[in-house]
């Protein structure tokens, strides 16, 4: 087994460890996953959480859906770089829209680009269509 199969191996390892902590809703374990100064960004809104505010930060997200449920559809991993296609829905808990959009279903496909370093998660940026959830809402009219 080569170094390379090693590595591939470890990050794969760790993009199922994070997928598996979304899974069971546990932001200290996912947030175990970074680099001291790993960083987590949420691109659509604009924010990111470095080092210790990761946990923080995916902690916020899952208080914001209820009945979150993970869906893991692809995993990629190279060794320095890896990629998730999932999907997460649940109850909006302000997550999107306003107060009159509390507790109505959403869901979304979400696109997370990882980078890592010595096997832990040095980045990782999540990609969604906003779009879609205001719709699913009630924020924006429904398209055609």
């Known amino acids: 087994m080569s170094n390379r199969d090693v590595e591939e191996g470890g990050t794969r390892a760790t993009l199922q460890a994070w997928a598996d902590a979304y899974s069971t809703r546990s932001a200290k374990a ?3 996953l970074y680099t ?4 987590y960004e949420d691109v659509p ?3 990111s959480a470095t080092g210790p505010d990761v946990e923080g930060f995916a902690q916020g ?5 209820e009945s979150f449920e993970f869906i ?5 991993a190279d060794g320095t770089r890896g990629a998730l296609a999932w999907t997460f829905r649940g109850r909006n808990n302000s997550f ?3 107060e009159g959009a509390k507790g109505k279903a959403i869901a979304a496909r979400v696109f ?3 980078s890592f370093e010595g096997g832990r998660i040095a980045r990782s940026s999540d990609y969604y269509d906003t779009a ?3 719709r699913q809402v009630g924020a924006l009219p429904q398209d055609g």
């Open 30 to 32: 996912l947030a175990a």
């Open 36 to 39: 001291v100064n790993g960083v």
């Open 45 to 47: 809104s604009g924010f």
């Open 61 to 65: 997200f899952l208080g914001m859906v």
């Open 72 to 76: 893991l559809e692809g995993l990629f």
């Open 96 to 98: 999107v829209g306003d």
């Open 112 to 114: 997370t680009a990882f």
């Open 132 to 134: 879609s959830l205001m």
